[in-house]
C-alpha cells in the first residue's frame, strides 16, 4: 500500500544509479546525483524530492518482486497501490484520507478476495 520510497537510502539510490551508470554508460545519471547533492548540503533534513521518490519506490519494488518470486508467484502477481496517503518524501506521513481508503476499497470491490492482511504498528512508547 506504500511506496516503500522513505526506506531507501541515499547511499543506496546512489550504487543503484552507480550500477545503471557502469552498465549503460550512455545513461546520465547527472541530474539525479546532483539532486542528492542538494538534499545533503542542506542542515536540516529534507524532503525527497518527487524524482528520487520514484527511484526509491522503484528499488523498494524490485526488492518485492524478488520477494514474490521467492514464492512462486510472478512479477504480474505484484499490484502496488503507492497510496497518496505515503507520499510526503519524509518518514512522517500524511493522515490516510478518502482518496486512500477509495483506493483501497475500490480494489476490494473489483477483486472480492476471499481474505486479505493489514499491517498496523501502534506506537506504545
Known amino acids: 500500500m506504500t511506496n516503500g520510497s522513505v526506506a531507501v537510502s541515499d547511499e543506496t539510490l546512489t550504487n543503484h ?9 550512455s545513461v546520465d545519471v547527472s541530474g539525479i546525483s546532483k539532486l542528492i547533492e ?6 536540516t533534513p529534507k524532503p525527497d524530492p518527487e524524482t528520487l521518490q520514484i ?16 514464492l512462486g508467484l510472478s512479477e504480474n502477481d505484484a499490484l502496488f497501490l503507492d497510496l497518496p496517503f505515503y507520499k510526503t518524501g519524509e518518514v512522517v506521513k500524511k493522515p490516510i484520507g478518502k482518496e486512500d481508503v477509495d483506493i483501497v476499497l475500490g480494489l476490494l470491490n473489483k477483486e472480492k ?3 486479505s ?9
Open 17 to 25: 544509479l552507480r550500477f545503471a551508470k557502469k552498465s549503460f554508460p
Open 38 to 43: 542538494e538534499k545533503k548540503a542542506h542542515d
Open 55 to 70: 527511484l526509491k519506490s522503484n528499488i523498494r519494488q524490485s526488492e518485492a518482486v524478488n520477494a514474490i518470486e521467492a
Open 113 to 115: 478476495p476471499h481474505h
Open 117 to 125: 492482511m493489514c499491517c498496523y504498528v501502534i506506537n506504545l512508547f
